[in-house]
């Protein structure tokens, strides 16, 4: 199943929810999730820290909100694919856990991202989003 938008994932009230909190951070489609995600995932499959700051704040919350609709597509679909930025491809994605770590995934990124916002605002926002 090819994933375009993120209301593409399922018709339910999760995925409209998703939707509208992406655009709200400048995130309209799955090819943008994948690109916020993509350079954070290592070669060599180490783990990544990220040190939030009042500058970083907006991208972080960017990136993990991103790591939240992967999880919650792979939750919904055991196979899918995301357009790439080159014409004609598509990068495929296939559920390996369990949906139930899937799912929670979901909800602790979402959690984190709860957490960034709680405590910088939206002082590291760019004006005008």
């Given amino acids: 199943m090819l994933l375009i938008s993120i209301s593409d ?3 339910d009230i999760l995925s409209s929810e998703l939707e509208s909190i992406g655009y709200s951070l400048g995130v309209s489609s799955m090819r943008e999730v994948w690109l ?8 060599d499959g180490s783990r990544v820290a990220i040190t ?8 972080v919350m960017r990136f993990l909100f991103s790591m939240a609709v992967i999880n919650y597509a792979t939750l919904i679909h055991e196979e899918f694919e995301i357009p790439s930025i080159e014409m004609g491809v598509a990068i495929r994605f296939k559920r390996f856990y369990p949906q139930s770590v899937c799912e929670a995934s979901v909800f602790n990124y979402l959690s984190k991202m709860r957490e960034v ?13």
């Fill in 9 to 11: 994932i399922s018709n």
């Fill in 36 to 43: 916020l995600v993509e350079p954070w995932f290592p070669a």
């Fill in 52 to 59: 939030v700051t009042e500058e970083s704040c907006f991208e």
């Fill in 117 to 129: 916002m709680d405590k910088f605002g939206s002082r590291g926002f760019p004006t005008g989003r």
